[in-house]
RNA sequence: GGUCCCAUCGUCUAGUCUGGCCUAGGACACCAGGUUUUCAUCCUGGCAACAGGGGUUCGAAUCCCCUUGGGAUCACCA
């Protein structure tokens, strides 16, 4: 484990979706190792599943990844001397390999079809005994087997695993992790199509680009023995392992869509930040210390180690994540987190398309900044401090039922009324008529932020007022009097 | 079921390799106070864990074994 070769790592997704809220962790790992390193980080695209592959899940792949921060140094849209990155375009070293393993016999023609042994299987799980590959065409003679092939019977190549051997894993995480090759089937190593699968290009690519990292998900390491056979068949140097552990979903068991959101891109179009989710992913798995759990990126790197990543899975916990995005929206700059928040108040329509963060708009969007736990929440939360007037809610409109309120809106709006612009200090203004009126703050205050903003929650009412504008805080105070005077003649006709 | 992995508060974890500093630390959540014109923030305090059993040792969360529990995987997907 100590080998002094060049770190180059790579996450290798397949396009067959949108990227899985764990692969995004192990891209991060696999990026966190390689940028702690000095190394390279790359990312092959393992399209070998022709029925499944999609244009549009590899952009929304490469998509997120940017989204996160994961930069990759060779892949697709970047250079590298290692491509093709795309197992599609590496068929011609398959089949040298394929070549190679047929000449040599560590390959073989098998005739069975998948649904014949499917049977077998369904069989020997009925029969509750254990399924063991029945390795019919192991010791088919070469010659009957390529006429046969040649006759253009269908056929899959299958490893021949050589029995007895032992297979130990030398796993960053984990330490050895000890196998026996009598526990490996002649699994299947290239497709009818000619196409091979998973375990046996991941082996020759990681190869071919010089891997000398494997850091993964920990349900890839009991199919780690499959690649080692490779190697030791074709007589190449093994990489390093690491499997990390798996992200689990409120059920304990590996997250799945029936827990929850999976794909990366869901939380993108919910508006979490990407550093909180950054950071939330890390420490899924992952920590600095015994006590910091918000890191930035280059805080990351400079700890980074395999060594600190934990063995046992963890639960997306959606609370612990929900309070980091807060957290580090609370942190932003007011520019930034304005410009971040910009597109949903556009969406929403509460402001113009064409909108810029003019003065204003940066003063309620920062009177928001840190109520909110993600952008999108912004525009229901500010929506009361857009438009001629808001709209009172159940609480607004208790409080201004109460006895007084009119006097209290009149005095308020008076007060304001007088007052130079922008107000100096509207605390005074309020406590002076708090004291005319001979009431407590609160009293005061409570009628005012409900005539105001329609709710009794929100930012202070000097930074409301001041947003506002002297104009519409005075129309607003103004017409909700108009409204509760009706509303008292409806009671009184009533009574 | 076979193979493999894992096991500290409800959750994420520190501590485990290199036994003693651990009457087990931090964070989220929760509860109780406080600051504040409301909400939010912020501050203070509280609740809460070494899965069980055997060893080894002067001494074990830490090392070994067993049990139990959880998970992954068992495709012509990756």
Redesign the pocket.
């Known amino acids: 484990m100590t080998e002094s070769r060049p770190v180059r790592v790579r996450f ?3 396009p ?1 979706g949108m990227l899985h809220i764990g692969g995004a962790r192990t891209a991060l790992f696999n990026w966190a190792f390689a940028r702690s390193r000095g190394g390279t980080f790359l990312l092959r695209i ?1 399209d ?2 022709t029925e ?1 592959n999609s244009v549009e899940s590899l952009q929304s792949i490469l998509d997120s990844m940017r989204w996160l921060g994961l930069d990759w140094n060779e892949g697709p849209e970047a250079d590298g001397n290692f491509g093709p990155y795309f197992q599609s375009e590496r068929v011609e070293s398959y089949n040298a390999a394929m070549a190679r393993g047929l000449t040599e016999g560590w390959l073989y023609r098998c005739f ?4 014949e ?1 499917e049977v077998q ?1 369904e069989e020997a799980r009925a029969a ?1 005994t ?2 063991r590959f029945d390795a019919r065409f192991r010791d088919l003679s070469q010659e009957e087997a390529e006429a046969r092939h040649a006759k253009g019977e ?1 056929n ?1 190549l299958r490893f021949r695993v050589p029995e007895g051997e032992d297979i130990v894993i030398k796993d960053h995480i ?2 050895e ?3 026996t090759s009598n ?1 490996v ?1 002649d ?2 190593a290239v ?2 199509n000619g ?1 091979p ?3 046996f290009v991941c082996a020759l690519d990681d190869s071919a680009m010089e891997i000398s990292h494997v850091i993964r998900g ?6 780690t023995p499959k690649q080692i056979l490779v190697y030791r068949a074709l007589g190449l140097a093994e990489p390093e392992y690491a499997h990390v ?2 992200i ?1 979903g409120q ?4 997250l799945s869509k029936r827990t929850g959101d999976t794909a990366l891109g869901d939380y993108i179009s919910k508006g979490y930040p990407a550093d909180a989710l950054f950071n939330f992913l890390c ?5 600095i ?3 910091t ?1 918000v890191f930035t990126r280059e805080e990351l790197l400079a700890a980074f180690d395999l060594k ?1 990543i ?6 997306f ?1 959606t ?2 994540l ?2 980091l995005c ?2 580090w929206i ?1 942190r932003m700059q007011s520019p930034s987190f304005t410009a971040a928040v910009l597109p949903y108040l556009i969406d929403a329509g509460l402001v113009p398309e064409d909108a810029s963060a003019d003065a204003n708009l940066q003063l309620l969007v920062a009177a928001f900044q ?2 909110i736990t993600l952008y999108s929440e912004l525009p229901a939360q500010a929506a009361g401090m857009f438009g001629e007037m808001p709209e009172y809610d159940g609480k607004a409109q208790k409080a201004l039922r109460a006895d007084g309120v009119s006097d209290v809106l009149e005095a308020v709006a008076k007060a304001v009324d007088a007052s130079a612009w922008p107000m100096e200090d ?2 005074a203004t309020v406590k002076a008529v708090a004291g005319e009126l001979d009431l407590g ?2 009293k005061v ?2 009628p005012v ?1 409900a005539a105001l903003t329609g709710t ?7 930074d409301v007022v001041r947003i506002l504008g002297k104009q519409r805080s005075l129309k607003r105070l103004q017409e909700c009097l108009t409204v509760i005077g009706e509303s008292l003649e409806d009671s009184a006709q009533e009574g």
């Open positions: 290798a997704p397949s067959t393992e070998t599943d499944r069975a079809t998948a649904e042994l299987r509750k254990n399924w269908r899959v984990r330490g992790v000890k196998f526990d089937e699994w299947v497709r009818p196409m699968t998973y375990n920990e349900e890839h390491l009991v199919n552990p798996l689990l059920d304990g068991k590996k420490l899924l798995g992952f920590s210390d015994d006590k759990d600190r934990s063995k046992g899975g963890a639960l916990d609370d612990k929900h309070w807060g957290d609370r840190e109520r509207f605390s703050m609160g205050m409570k932020r009794l929650g929100g930012p202070e009412l000097a």
